[in-house]
């Protein structure tokens, strides 16, 4: 299904209480639908302006409002923080969050830099509950499809790995350009795309990448934030790659291609498979396209989040994840010659 609905899928066993920082745009996406597929409660919320998380809670039957993202941590009937906040907000939060004994799953990039990343992953471990980043792509089929093919030797001996994602540009004022919130092209898709490449490389090419060069683009007018950037890649066992994104592209294309010694294979959207659940395989035989379902990946995603927390299931996108995908993005943003994000002040 399209949206994430359940498809009569029946209640799971525990029913989490989900609190909410802020009332994102991606909220309803990202966690409303996937609860409400799922069968987990949206417990609480909080935002800056007060209004704003009463207009949310009632327009997504959120159980409770609460005057401040402190509050939510504080709420004993809390079980799980989501955090939805600025880029620069996401590290800082995510730490308060873990600290009062939350289990967190954090939008991406859930820290600014590596280096706050690192203390993320402290506070996780410090605290023993679940912490993880949505990314939310491995855990759909269409992912797992890729990871078949590759394993099965459809594409022969790995060569290239490309992950690129483009999109028109956000509105001028919209806080992804804004470099005190850790904004920029990067932070915002980028980081899909070095995230992947360190998933791929980590199972099929001796490890994750390194970043051999970088260029990017400014936006006009806003020094250090980057409108495009892409990365040339090499991994330990000589396999090239390509990550990088453009946020101000005539079109949208967040596509994924793996090129090996006999074939090919193309996710024409790797990231939104509830808009395009398909696959091309190019090889001797010919070309073949196979759909691999449109169910939402962010449902897939909160059904792997709640089995870790109620079974101990790990996760694939955990706090070990998040520091190296977030060396990946430093090391991006230093070979194009910018500067580091850093954490917004709270």
Not at 29 to 38: E, F, R
Not at 139 to 149: G, M, T
Not at 270 to 286: C, M, N
Not at 326 to 346: F, I, K, N, S
């Amino acid at each position: 299904m399209t949206d994430g609905s359940s498809g009569g899928q029946p209640a799971p066993a525990v029913r989490l209480r989900i609190g909410l920082l802020g009332a994102a745009r991606i909220a309803e996406l990202s966690i409303v639908k996937p609860a409400a597929a799922t069968g987990h409660r949206l417990y609480a919320v909080a935002a800056r302006d007060e209004s704003r998380a009463k207009e949310f809670a009632e327009r997504h039957a959120v159980e409770h409002v609460h005057a401040c993202y402190a509050d939510v941590l504080a709420d004993p009937e809390v079980e799980v923080v989501y955090n939805p906040l600025a880029n620069g907000l996401h590290g800082p939060w995510n730490q308060r969050a873990l600290d009062a004994g939350k289990h967190v799953l954090s939008e991406k990039p859930s820290a600014a830099n590596a280096a706050e990343a690192r203390l993320v992953r402290t506070a996780a471990q410090r605290a023993g509950t679940v912490f993880m980043e949505a990314f939310h792509y491995p855990y759909h089929p269409l992912f797992e499809r890729v990871c078949e093919l590759i394993d099965a030797g459809a594409v022969g001996e790995l060569r290239h790995l490309e992950a690129v994602l483009r999109m028109p540009a956000p509105d001028k004022a919209d806080p992804r350009w804004r470099l005190d919130l850790a904004g920029g092209s990067t932070m915002d898709l980028g980081c899909y795309s070095l995230s992947c490449l360190h998933l791929l490389g980590q199972r099929y090419a001796g490890g994750s990448p390194r970043v051999l060069s970088g260029r990017a683009r400014e936006r006009a007018d806003l020094d250090g934030v980057d409108e495009c950037l892409f990365a040339d890649l090499e991994f330990p066992s000589g396999v090239t790659g390509v990550a990088g994104s453009d946020m101000a592209a005539s079109e949208w294309d967040f596509h994924l291609t793996v090129t090996g010694s006999a074939g090919e294979i193309h996710v024409p959207d790797f990231p939104r498979p509830h808009l395009d659940d398909s696959l091309v395989l190019r090889a001797a035989g010919g070309e073949r396209v196979e759909h691999l379902g449109r169910r939402s990946s962010y449902t897939y995603q909160l059904e792997a989040f709640a089995a870790a927390v109620c079974t101990g299931t790990p996760v694939i996108t955990d706090a070990e994840f998040s520091v190296r995908s977030m060396e990946l993005v430093d090391a991006a943003y230093a070979a194009a010659g910018l500067p580091l994000r850093q954490p917004t002040p709270v």
